[in-house]
Structures are given as structure tokens and as C-alpha cells.
């Protein structure tokens, strides 16, 4: 399991620094197949986002001037708020795992239907 885990988590990686997403669209269902909870993935994926993920591609993209700070900012402002919510909404049990997973599938669905549409 954790060689398979390492080798799913460097072509996770690699989406990454390609397309700039992948710790709730794949990270998620890869550890809940390795029979995680769901919280346990969220977890893990909040971890990644932390340094781990985030800083080799943010200095690659910044070096070449795709990185706009004002905008960053307030992105990473909104996102502490709405993470500090959620996070506490399943921690403290009010909302339902199914729901969890219902509301999970929707955003991934609306995310594909998105992409479809305005992208390819």
C-alpha cells in the first residue's frame, strides 16, 4: 500500500504542476480507495496544500511572472475563512457523510461540465 500510495501521489504530482489542482479532484478518492475516511483524505489534502504541494511549482511560476500577489492575497484570505468553516462543519459532525460525499460528486461534475463547455 504505501509504495502504491508513493507512486499514485508522483503522478498526482505531476498533475499538479501541470493544471495547478488535484488534491480534492484526485488525491481524495485515491486515499479513500486505500480505505481512508473521507475526513482522514480531506485531511491528508488540506496537509499537501500546506508547503508540500504548493511552494516547488509556486517559486517555478512566480520565477516566470505568473503570479499576481494582489490577487493571491485576497485568494488566500477568503480561502483561510471558508477552509476555517468547512473544516469545523465536518469535524463537529454537522453535516452528514453522505451529504459530504453527495456535495463532492456535484462539485466535480459541475467542475467537468465547466471545463467541457468553456474549454474544450
Known sequence: MIIELFVISIFIGISIGIIGSGGSILFI?????YNL???QAVAISLFLHSIP????GLYLY???GH?????????TAGS???ITIGSYF?????????VLYRFYTFILALTTIYMLYYYC
Open 67 to 75: 503570479l499576481d500577489l494582489q490577487v493571491a492575497a485576497i485568494v
Open 90 to 98: 465536518v469535524i463537529e459532525d454537522y453535516i452528514n457523510i453522505n
Open 37 to 39: 475516511t473521507f475526513q
Open 62 to 64: 512566480y520565477e516566470k
Open 80 to 82: 483561510i475563512i471558508g
Open 53 to 56: 504541494n504548493a511552494l516547488p
Open 29 to 33: 478518492p485515491a486515499l479513500m480507495y
